[in-house]
């Protein structure tokens, strides 16, 4: 069974089948066409595979041209589960966020798995990339398997393998990026080195599937780490009248032992702000109370609230409130030069500001319209930069540095600049550093 599948993998006859097509599934099956695969993709949004199937995208860094062009080699877009028999691999890319206790929801997950489970048939090979706690692949994917009478390792086959996507990063793609991936057994990982290794420049297996979980929280958590020192510090320096930015770019100037983070308005994306509770959550499971991890998600969590105070002094000095004053917020993508709104620090500026009775607008070159999400909602567009439209304003909120934006004529025009980017390195009486 193994060599079966080794085999179908090696001469690309594997039919690669990934489940949730976002910003993780997406980049991952373009690169199974390209190199040679047929590809079926899985999701329960009907939208995205009518556009999937029609040749188009969702995603703005991701063409349609190269959606059409997968099309075009036999990549095919399902919302019916009951076609997984059809892959040789069942890949899961899907969403692992936080309940509203800050704990772990792995109902994506499991509600995946249990959509496939029927359909699970000899010779699957399952690998989950969601950035998960260490255990979650052998506690909850396993016995899930083994429901249907498999041997796991002898006639179905299971990975962990974390996702490194970083949308809008040109010096990266998923060819390029290093991919760790363990198994539940040695065949289990000889199946999931393989299928990695063939569209991917480098596979790091580790010993086991925890090890890989383990991995993938320990990247995030040291970027969620020190960006909360760097966030700490950025209200120590803003006491002291010093600007940490400038700080930065000078220690970053070391050729050894130093590392440049840069502080916010708060954590954006599905991993930094999430992932560090998978760990402390699963941590008390053990007896271990992570308190550098906690207070470093303290520290980034309150964030907002610092920037939405110096808003509020700035609008202060002007003789003006909160209350009543227009602001517009610059960039709602959780990161520069991208469409991707997970978790954006600057849609709970907006909602602070609005629960504080500012009329709120925004401006966002990548999102020309306010998307649905699951916990936020604004009936808003995007406005476009011009010389009267910045002047309406009382407050511009520099959330998100998008490099499509005219920093010097919003520099011009606006009245008060709230600059929580470091973006302007000049200072001005108008510019205030959050």
């Known amino acids: 069974m193994k060599q079966q599948l080794l085999n179908r993998i090696a001469d690309k006859s594997a039919v690669i089948g990934i489940v949730g097509l976002g910003y993780v599934g997406l980049p991952l099956m373009l690169r199974f066409a390209e190199v040679g695969y047929k590809v079926l993709g899985f999701d329960i949004d009907q939208s995205k595979v009518d556009a999937l199937m029609a040749g188009k995208s969702y995603i703005e860094h991701i063409s349609a041209e190269s959606i059409a062009t997968a099309r075009e ?50 010779g699957h090979l399952v690998s989950l990339e969601s950035t998960t706690y260490p255990g979650t692949t052998d506690e909850e994917l396993l016995p899930r398997m083994a429901s249907r009478g498999f041997k796991v390792g002898e006639n179905a086959f299971l990975v962990f393998s974390p996702e490194r996507e970083d949308p809008g990063n040109p010096n990266f793609t998923t060819r390029t990026i290093p991919k760790v991936c363990g198994g539940y057994s040695e065949a289990c990982q000889e199946i999931g080195v393989a299928l990695y290794s063939a569209v991917i420049d480098k596979v790091v297996p580790v010993s086991s599937t925890r090890a890989a979980e383990m991995t993938k929280l320990l990247e995030n958590i040291h970027r969620a780490v020190n960006i909360g020192l760097v966030n700490e510090m950025k209200i120590v320096a803003d006491k002291m009248g010093i600007d940490i930015h400038e700080v930065i770019r000078a220690a970053a100037t070391k050729p050894f032992g130093f590392v440049p983070y840069y502080p916010g308005p708060g954590l954006g994306g599905h991993c930094i702000p999430i992932d560090p509770f998978y760990l402390t959550w699963k941590a008390r499971e053990y007896g271990v109370n992570t308190r550098f991890i906690e207070l470093a998600g303290e520290v980034n969590s309150n964030m907002p609230d610092w920037v939405v105070a110096k808003v509020a002094a700035a609008l202060n000095t002007r003789k003006k409130a909160i209350n009543g004053s227009r602001v517009l917020v610059l960039g709602i993508a959780y990161k520069k030069n991208v469409d991707d ?64 934006f005219d920093y010097e004529l919003i520099k011009a025009q606006a009245k008060l600049i709230v600059d929580s980017r470091g973006k302007y390195l000049q200072p001005a009486d108008h510019i205030v550093k959050a």
């Open 341 to 404: 709104m997970r978790e954006s620090p600057s849609v709970f500026l907006m909602e602070k500001l609005r629960d504080l009775g500012a009329e709120v607008s925004y401006s966002d070159p990548h999102v020309p319209v306010f998307p649905k999400m699951r916990e936020h909602h604004f009936e808003l567009s995007s406005v476009a930069l011009t010389t009267e439209s910045i002047a309406g304003y009382d407050c511009v909120l520099l959330a998100t540095d998008h490099d499509k």
């Open 73 to 122: 080699r036999g990549f095919e877009a399902t919302t019916d589960f009951s076609r997984a028999p059809e892959a040789d691999t069942l890949i899961l890319c899907v969403p692992t966020p936080l309940n509203k206790y800050r704990e772990p929801d792995l109902s994506f997950v499991l509600d995946t798995m249990d959509s496939l489970v029927p359909y699970l048939r000899e």
